[in-house]
């Protein structure tokens, strides 16, 4: 039974979904978006594992430094541009906390169709921003390194990014989806649950692939009894 107070955020929940699916153009479509961003990610990862040329495992260590520092990325981009209204790219919290968490909350975390997953993916812009920006510490890499640890850590991190966009889409599937038979996904996906309750989305669970530095700064959560409080 939803209460009143529930039920109120829903009606707004709802009335915003209404006015932002009005204002997605007539020229947009999801499995473009989607197409065009595996694509991109893929083809770039293709071309470094076609080029990679391993002499030793050394190198590997990148994959590993990539991932972290990946996550930690995500945390503290998350939080603190996401979460919090700043000088450095408003338009990043303006579309996250003022569409993203307006658009789905705890009560209904569901994407419709294909068009409301212009309020799921980033641009497309983003993936040519990330794959640029880690082009160039890859390439230093490359003249510290050798052209291994540059591959190795310009497809990890484009991989890295296409997990985190691959699971936030699923994030936002049914709880019945077979995606959440595996129990990783189940309990990533109650994290982030929890993390669209209004009350809790400035406090918990800011990784979206996996929750190490949630984890490592204490704002891990998997309580489910937190989405009763008021909020």
Not at 56 to 76: K, M, R, S
Not at 100 to 122: A, E, G, I, K, S
Not at 160 to 172: D, K, N, R, T
């Amino acid at each position: 039974m939803i209460r009143a107070g529930s039920m109120d955020r829903l009606v707004q929940q709802r009335q915003f979904q209404q006015r932002y699916r009005q204002g997605i153009g007539p020229h947009y479509h999801g499995y473009g978006h989607g197409i065009c961003v595996l694509a991109i990610g893929l083809g770039i990862i293709g071309y470094c594992v076609w080029k990679l040329e391993l002499t030793n495992c050394q190198p590997l260590l990148t994959v590993v430094a990539a991932l972290i520092i990946a996550n930690g990325l995500e945390y503290f981009a998350h939080r603190q541009l996401g979460h919090k209204r700043t000088r450095i790219l408003p338009l990043f919290y303006e579309r996250h906390s003022g569409e993203h968490h307006r658009f789905f909350t705890h009560l209904d975390p569901l994407w419709r169709d294909h068009r409301d997953w212009r309020v799921v993916l980033f641009p497309l812009y983003l993936i040519v921003a990330v794959a640029t920006a880690n082009g160039a510490v890859a390439w230093g890499l490359s003249l510290l390194f050798g052209p291994a640890v540059g591959y190795l850590w310009l497809m990890t991190t484009v991989a890295a990014y296409l997990w985190y966009e691959v699971a936030h889409f699923c994030w936002h599937l049914p709880e019945q989806s077979w995606v959440f038979r595996i129990g990783f996904l189940r309990r990533m996906r109650l994290r982030h649950l929890i993390h669209h309750h209004p009350s809790m989305m400035n406090r918990v669970n800011f990784n979206i692939t996996w929750p190490l530095f949630d984890y490592l700064l204490g704002t891990d959560s998997l309580n489910s009894q937190m989405m009763n409080t008021k909020g």
